[in-house]
């Protein structure tokens, strides 16, 4: 004698926030910024072998203002910095960033005064994908993981706080070339 036998056949019982986010699950749009070689794996994973088309997310924006989702493949350079910060702020909210590759991530084997040690010194990151370069199955499984934080998200002004301290985590993060233990 449950809340679900009085209702009848064909009504759906969820929240508001469930909806929303099974909404941008289900449609989250990438913007292109493909730097090196893992621009190469992220445009095999959108191709006919892989099909990004099966997750809502078949078209690579080329506008940051149609683009939900940045996919950061490759290393960026001390130049280029302020560009992805620029496309970041130009997006609209929510969004997310996804650092595809370990140069992405930590700098990987570039570790000189020309490239940015993690592009969460830049962007707050969401989703890190380890490799060099990853694999079109791993870009996948990371873009499913994503879509288990985004279920999983907050709405409002729980959204924003929580975007406020990660930010700030990020641009106060110690640069990798003072941290001292495995990395030295």
Known sequence: MGLEEKIPGGVLLTT????VNWTRKSSLWPATFGLACCAIEMMATGAGRYDLARFGMEVFRASPRQADLMIVA????????PVLRQIYDQ?????????MGVCASSGGMFNNYAIVQGVDHVVPVDMYLPGCPPRPEMLIDAILKLHDQVQAGKMGANRRAQIAELESEALTALPTSEMRGQLR
């Open 16 to 19: 508001v926030e469930k909806l």
């Open 74 to 81: 490759g290393r960026v350079s001390q130049k280029m910095a």
């Open 91 to 99: 997006m609209p909210e929510p969004r997310w960033v996804l650092a």
